[in-house]
Nanobody, 125 residues
């Protein structure tokens, strides 16, 4: 059973940056695709970004392309989400997730089965 712990959220002004981290324990992440999702108040959880188990492919929600970057450090068992040029509409609880099966592409949001507790990101205008 994998445990995922997010950190790095906070309050930032529009145009600012934050870097989210997701540390894993209980499972070596190097064989699993990883993803970031978010949920704003009153809205459903939505896909933000994902990275293939090997790190060779990444996927992004259209509205964050060019602003957010997902990366992984398998040696540290950690996944990151660098968020630049933040907008008020990026305000949400951000969740880290792990693919349910090894060697996945990470291209299908429905494949993510393990979740962290979330970290709040608030962007003020």
């Amino acid at each position: 059973q994998v445990q995922l712990v997010e950190s790095g959220g906070g309050l930032v002004q529009a145009g600012g940056s934050l870097r989210l981290s997701c540390a894993a324990s209980g499972r070596t992440l190097s064989r699993y695709a990883m993803g970031w999702f978010r949920q704003a108040p009153g809205k459903e959880r939505e896909f933000v970004a994902a990275i293939k188990w090997s790190g060779s492919s990444t996927y992004y929600k259209d509205s964050v392309k060019g602003r957010f970057t997902i990366s992984r450090d398998n040696a540290k068992n950690t996944v990151y989400l660098q968020m630049n040029s933040l907008k008020p509409e990026d305000t949400a609880v951000y969740y880290c997730a792990a693919d349910g099966t090894p060697y996945g592409l990470g291209s299908n949001p429905a494949d993510f089965r393990s979740w962290g507790q979330g970290t709040q990101v608030t962007v003020s205008s």
